[in-house]
Every structure is written in C-alpha cells, then in structure tokens.
C-alpha cells in the first residue's frame, strides 16, 4: 500500500475509533456523582493506537479529549482542568501504540500503559485542583487530597482494566488480531 493511501486509512480510520469512543464513553456502565465513569470509551483508541503506533495513536487521542470536552458537558473549573481531565488524559491513550506489532504481550502493555497514563493524568488533576472540594467518599472521611483524588478516579481504572480484558479477548479471534496487529496495512 502506497504512503499516501495509508496516511488517507489511518486518517479515516481514526475518524471512526474517535467517534466510536465518544459513543461508548456515552455508555456508562457507572457514574460518579460529579463527574467519571466506567465505560469503555478508552478501547478504540486503545485498538488504534495498536494498529497504527504511537504517534497516530497520541493525535487520535488528542481529537477525543477535545471532542469529549465540548460535547460531554465537561466538568472543568479552568483551562488546567480542561488539560488535565479531558486533553492530556485521552491523548495519553495513544501511549498504547508502544505495544504495536508485538503480539499480546505488548497489546497487554500498550494497553495497560495507556489506562495507566490516563489515570495518573486525572488523579494529578484531581488532587491538585479538585482537592478542594473533597467530600467523604465511600463511606471515608477525606483530608488526602492525593488518596481523595486516588480513591474518587478508582473508575478510571476499573475502565482500563475492561480495555484490557477485551483487548485480550479480541487478540483471540483470529480477524481481529490481525486488524490489531496491522498484517493488513503492511
């Protein structure tokens, strides 16, 4: 496949994973109270990123957290939390490219890398200018801003941790890993 055709397939297909993801992030299996949520809104960006590496993978999640900001009705108390909860945490999924075109050892740490990286973005963000706010949660009293932010952000990981159970499930199923893996786009 010739250079320009590839860059128009990654260009399309990041187009479809970005909107997939804004769609599924709409389908919340969880929601807390101000804001997050378990979802597997990070797994096609995750697949993408796989595909096509990391630099594709970093601008795709770049174009969701500026999507899911505007049109999820982002919580933000200014531009640094537009950053950190929104910008840099979704386009830190593309850090799942890492794992491209290692098999499943590196689809487990692309995808892991990229749930973790997400995570840390939002509990940095969470603890330096949400902690604040804090209130009680689950039952504990707060007075950590870190361990408030950890605890509140806990779905986050939940999330990366379906994204990567499916991750591995779908590297089962012969079409699908070789979407994964790219054979395809050689």
């Not at 990391?54 to 049109?71: C, E, K, P, Y």
């Not at 945490?89 to 487990?108: D, Q």
Request: hydrophobic fraction near 55%; include cysteine.
């Amino acid at each position: 496949m010739n250079q320009s055709r590839k860059a128009v397939r990654a260009m399309v297909e990041g187009a479809i994973f970005v909107a997939l993801a804004e769609i599924l992030g709409y389908l919340k299996l969880w929601h807390m109270p101000e804001g997050g949520s378990i979802s597997l809104m990070m797994l096609p960006i995750i697949i993408f990123a796989l595909r096509w590496g990391v630099g594709q993978g970093l601008l795709a999640g770049l174009a969701l957290g500026i999507l899911d900001f505007m049109l999820s009705g982002g919580i933000a108390i200014g531009w640094q939390s537009i950053l950190g909860d929104y910008v840099i945490a979704l386009t830190l999924l593309g850090l799942a490219g890492v794992g491209r075109k290692k098999g499943l050892p590196g689809i487990l740490l692309g995808s892991i890398l990229a749930s973790l990286g997400r995570f840390v973005s939002i509990w940095i963000t969470g603890a330096t200018l949400w902690g604040e706010y804090m209130y009680d949660i689950y039952g504990l009293p707060m007075d950590n801003e870190f361990v408030y932010s950890f605890l509140y952000n806990l779905p986050v990981l939940i999330s990366g941790g379906l994204a990567v159970l499916v991750c591995a499930a779908l590297y089962n199923i012969k079409s699908t890993r070789k979407y994964m893996l790219g054979e395809d786009i050689a």
